[in-house]
């Protein structure tokens, strides 16, 4: 199981996931869904084989999303981290 999902917003337009890498060595499958966490929406796998210590960055378009990741190790995937929304709005 992973521990606890971060999101921060670094600059307009990404979105920078951070997380306390899994136990064992493996890598890191990062999500993402164009909708809040409590709408349960449909996740598309955003990213494979990211190093267990991250962090992600995420270029986005303006717009609500929600993450999540889950830990690979000998072609095993863990259960979904938590969930976070982000929000970004359009501008400089």
């Known amino acids: 199981m992973i521990a606890l999902l971060f999101a921060f917003?670094?600059?307009t337009h990404t979105v920078t996931?951070?997380?306390?890498p899994p136990p064992s060595l493996g890598t890191v499958n990062?999500?993402?869904?164009?909708a809040t966490c409590a709408t349960q929406p449909y996740y598309t796998r955003i990213a494979i084989y990211v190093?267990?210590?991250?962090?992600?960055?995420?270029?986005?378009?303006?717009?609500?999303?929600?993450y999540y990741?889950?830990?690979?190790?000998d072609?095993?995937?863990?259960?979904?981290?938590?969930?976070?929304?982000?929000?970004?709005?359009?501008g400089k």
Do not use: F, H, M
């Not at 990062?30 to 164009?34: F, L, N």
């Not at 210590?53 to 378009?61: C, F, H, Q």
């Not at 072609?75 to 359009?90: H, I, Y």
């Open 30 to 34: 990062v999500y993402r869904a164009s």
């Open 69 to 73: 990741i889950t830990a690979e190790v």
């Open 51 to 66: 190093p267990p210590d991250g962090p992600y960055v995420d270029p986005v378009s303006p717009g609500t999303y929600s």
């Open 75 to 90: 072609g095993a995937e863990s259960d979904p981290s938590n969930c976070v929304d982000v929000s970004l709005k359009g």
């Open 17 to 20: 996931l951070s997380w306390t």
């Open 9 to 11: 917003l670094v600059k």
